[in-house]
């Protein structure tokens, strides 16, 4: 089964700070990545995906994440957090079995912007 | 930009009742999903549902959960006999085909609070 696993339930940055959200993932087959972002009593919006092809990809709100297959990873970052940034964010991986592709998600990371 | 909606935004149910959530999911997109998250943990998948059948489902869409698309719009959750703890938000989803690779589109969530 696939799993996902957020490093850091809480992270901190100061305004104009360099974001890094840390996610691995275990899959014994390639697979598809997204980060979502959830903002207080709202939904999960779509920031990023990676499917196949650049490993590097860019998204809204000007983050980005990187996919090395080698470390099983796909950290978001951001270079200059907004205040608007504060958010929870969560990583998730597409499960593969052919009956379904159900995403499944880790726990989440909250970030707080300090001005 | 379409969007999935969900209906009521807060649903309260004394314990045992019946509930049921309502989505509409956007308009083009063939498959469905509901998702759930209880306060301060991830979001877990339900069930996925295609083609007027349900193609997965979790350990925790028992007996006393049911899907239905009663008509060309709506995707409705049903909750038989409803237990505290189900005591959850629950998120519809939709995306426009299959195979993993495709966004899913969340809702804002309807909030279900058993008493």
């Known amino acids: 089964a696939q799993s996902v696993t957020q490093l850091g339930s809480h992270v901190s940055v100061s305004e104009g700070a360099l974001v890094l959200l840390r996610c691995n993932y275990s899959?014994?087959?390639?697979?598809?990545l997204f980060w979502y972002v959830q903002y207080p009593n709202q939904g999960l919006q779509l920031l990023l995906k990676?499917?196949?092809?650049?490993?590097l990809v860019k998204g809204i709100n000007g983050f980005e994440a990187e996919f090395k297959k080698s470390e099983t990873s796909f950290h978001l970052t951001k270079p200059s957090a907004h205040m608007s940034d504060a958010a929870e964010y969560f990583c998730a991986v597409s499960d593969l079995k052919s009956s379904g592709d159900k995403l499944t998600f880790g726990t989440g990371t909250r970030l707080a912007v300090r001005p | 930009e379409p969007e999935v909606t969900q209906t009521p935004s807060h649903q309260v149910t004394q314990m045992g009742q019946e509930v049921i959530l309502r989505c509409v999911p956007i308009s083009n997109h063939l498959y469905f999903y509901w998702y759930r998250q209880i306060l301060g943990q991830k979001v877990e998948f339900l069930v996925s549902f295609y083609n007027n059948e349900i193609s997965e489902k979790s350990e925790i869409f028992d007996d006393q959960f049911s899907v239905e698309r009663p008509d060309g719009s709506n995707f409705t959750l049903k909750i038989r006999s409803t237990k505290l703890e189900d005591s959850a938000m629950y998120f519809c989803?939709?995306?426009?085909?299959?195979?993993?690779?495709?966004?899913?589109?969340f809702g804002d969530g309807t909030r279900l609070s058993i008493l």
């Open positions: 990676y499917t196949t092809g650049a490993t």
């Open positions: 899959s014994s087959v390639p697979p598809y």
């Open positions: 989803a939709s995306s426009d085909s299959g195979g993993g690779n495709q966004p899913q589109h």
